[in-house]
């Protein structure tokens, strides 16, 4: 397996674009979490997914921010329109039954909004 | 919101000696997990410790966790170069909860 994907690496847009964050999970993992990390904040959890549901989105900063996952095979992260503050590293996980069997992450996608 | 707190913040030391960090956490947990990050990549997890487990080792590592005290360390023995990098901690609370909250990690250098 190649591991957990994320595209794009690098994301660098204008203040107010729309930004899509993509994410293809483990196959066989059924639960999907994206985190954002910070050097003041650390690693923040925005949302996690079970079986393609979403289970817990409190972490979502604002209704800026969505994420969707229409299969088992793909997630987003939608941020419309970005701000400045939203400059981060996203980073998607996933794992099978959730965190009792520790998560794989992905290499994440460096995000840097001007 | 962070759940577990790393203590040192960095670390620097020889290879050949072992690092020791720890983590301190707040609530009741399922289980404890540490993570590695070299920089600019993902986590890369390493080893998870249960509530009813109070030491494992994983190759030159050794976790043990204090439920009591609300504390876990991470021993690497033998260190080298290779390992440095971020390291932190995990937490899964009870209460049927999935999510993982994390640390913010202690910065270990390893000088050849």
């Known amino acids: 397996d190649a591991g957990v994907i994320q595209s794009p690496r690098h994301e660098v847009t204008e203040m107010g674009q729309e930004v899509t964050l993509r994410c293809k999970p483990i196959?066989?993992?059924?639960?999907l979490f994206w985190y954002r990390q910070t050097m003041m904040r650390g690693l923040e959890l925005l949302i996690y997914?079970?079986?393609?549901?979403?289970?817990?989105d409190s972490g979502m900063p604002e209704d800026r921010f969505s994420a969707k996952m229409p299969n088992a095979s793909f997630s987003t992260l939608k941020i419309q329109p970005s701000e400045p503050r939203d400059s981060a590293v996203y980073f998607c996980?996933?794992?099978?039954?959730?965190?009792?069997?520790?998560?794989?992450f992905g290499s994440g996608t460096r995000l840097t909004v001007v | 919101s962070q759940q577990g707190e790393e203590d040192p913040q960095a670390l620097s030391i020889q290879e050949g000696e072992n690092a020791t960090m720890n983590c301190s956490y707040k609530?009741?947990?399922?289980?404890l997990q540490w993570y590695r990050q070299n920089s600019g990549r993902g986590l890369v997890h390493l080893i998870l410790?249960?509530?009813?487990?109070r030491e494992k080792h994983s190759g030159r590592l050794r976790v043990t966790l204090d439920t009591s005290k609300k504390s876990s360390s991470l021993l690497i023995t033998a260190s080298r170069a290779a390992d440095t990098a971020s390291y932190f901690c995990?937490?899964?609370?009870?209460?049927?909860?999935?999510?993982?909250?994390f640390g913010k990690g202690t910065k270990l250098t390893v000088n050849p």
């Open positions: 996980a996933s794992s099978f039954r959730g965190a009792g069997y520790g998560y794989t």
């Open positions: 196959s066989g993992h059924n639960s």
């Open positions: 997914f079970n079986n393609n549901v979403p289970i817990d």
């Open positions: 609530t009741s947990i399922n289980n």
């Open positions: 410790i249960r509530s009813n487990e």
């Open positions: 995990a937490t899964e609370t009870q209460g049927g909860s999935e999510k993982l909250v």
